[in-house]
């Protein structure tokens, strides 16, 4: 990733047109996991009702058997900060619950074009909490919410179209306003990062989540970029479990994962893996967003 030399495959807009398609897939994906989600249920429940959404869209999923992994989403629980497979875990009331989709859907001429997304959600006894909830925890709220303004915050700097840790520097920030307000300390993870996207999930380049000395390359029309701030109540050190993939903080500390797919477009950017394209997110940090629908 360094020095900026590797190729970053740019999009023409009917690719990105077709992105555009991959990323309502997994948004739906994520509104029915969250609106599903209860007490009592599995995380394979979960990626079961993913699957489903996938299958009666006509998409393939991106995430089943890459590098093999075993399933459609992966379901990472309180400390468990990404990469969890879905399996036998019970939910419990309280629980903060990460879940990351991807879904490709191929062109005419039959190549696949894709997108990542994630969401964290605190569940209560009748399902997911809403935002502020006085049922979830307060600590854990915050973390939440503090994760997902340090996402939108980090698509926001791709609006101005500077360089690619413009998007790291305003992700760190978001989340030093968010912990100073609450007290609370919040750790970035620093060892997992975003990334490019389009015809394959991952691509260059890596997109970090803190600020660095270096700026990194310049921003440009067609790059499609996975934005995805993952935040600990904690540290944010992280080991990988024996299974060879859940991802945990080190301190044992709760975590949370926020996800979009985000397409650079002349006129300005567009979240693929949002419904409103992150109209409203986005226009409270002052940016309007181009939409390709
Ligand atoms: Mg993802
Ligand atoms: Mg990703």
Redesign the pocket.
Known sequence: MAFGRERVELKTLEQVRVMRRAGLVVADVLAAVRASARPGMTTADLDVVASGVIDAAGATSNFLGYHGFPATICTSVNDEVIHGIPGPRVLQAGDVVSV?A?AFVRDAAGKGWHG???TTFILGADGTLPSGSPDADPADDALVRATEAAMWAGIAALAQRGRLNDVGRAVEAALEVAGAATGQELGIVEEYVGHGIGSAMHLPPDVLNYATSSRGIPLKTGMCL?I?PMVTRGSGQTRELADGWTVVTSDGSRAAHW?HSVAILEDGITVLTAPDAGAERLAALGVDVVSVD
Do not use: F
């Open positions: 990351d991807g990542d997304s994630a996975a995805e996800e």
